[in-house]
């Protein structure tokens, strides 16, 4: 599996982040792993990580629905507003216990890559990885 350089969890459930963080630095897949509570943290984080560039940057953002202060679709919405050269560089997957048909119309319209029903897997992280950034080794 490909390692990446960093990783974000955007999360309001510690334990949610507790176990993602757990299996993310079980398969060794990013060499550095942000964890925000809610979508400003995350915000506030890409801007400290990102500008100017760095391998700190997130690649790959695993970002929850619903969230206080600042929901997942929330998140989005600011995030479609940063440069464009920024936003390419980054995937977003959303992970999520809603699958409201108006959910997920919304999400659709944002830029997200993908929508995966919690809770994260092996196998789904897997997946989220070699589709997007190459082959996933059989472990």
């Not at 969890?9 to 993602?20: A, C, E, G, K, P």
């Not at 299996?23 to 809610?38: M, P, S, T, Y």
Request: aromatic fraction near 2%.
């Amino acid at each position: 599996m490909p390692q990446l350089s960093s990783i974000m969890l955007v999360d309001d459930d510690t334990t949610t982040n507790f176990l993602n963080e757990t299996l993310i630095k079980r398969l060794g897949i990013a060499q550095h792993l942000h964890v925000a509570e809610n979508g400003a943290e995350a915000l506030q984080t890409l801007h400290q990580t990102c500008v100017p560039p760095s391998n700190s940057c997130p690649n790959l953002i695993l970002l929850d629905m619903k969230m206080p202060i600042m929901s997942g679709i929330e998140f989005l919405e600011a995030y479609a507003q940063l440069p464009l050269a920024r936003q390419q560089s980054i995937v977003i997957v959303m992970l999520t216990t809603s699958m409201l048909p108006s959910d997920m119309e919304r999400v659709q319209q944002l830029p997200v890559a993908g929508v995966l029903n919690k809770p994260l897997t092996k196998e789904k992280l897997q997946a989220v990885v070699a589709e997007h950034f190459g082959e996933v080794s059989a472990s």
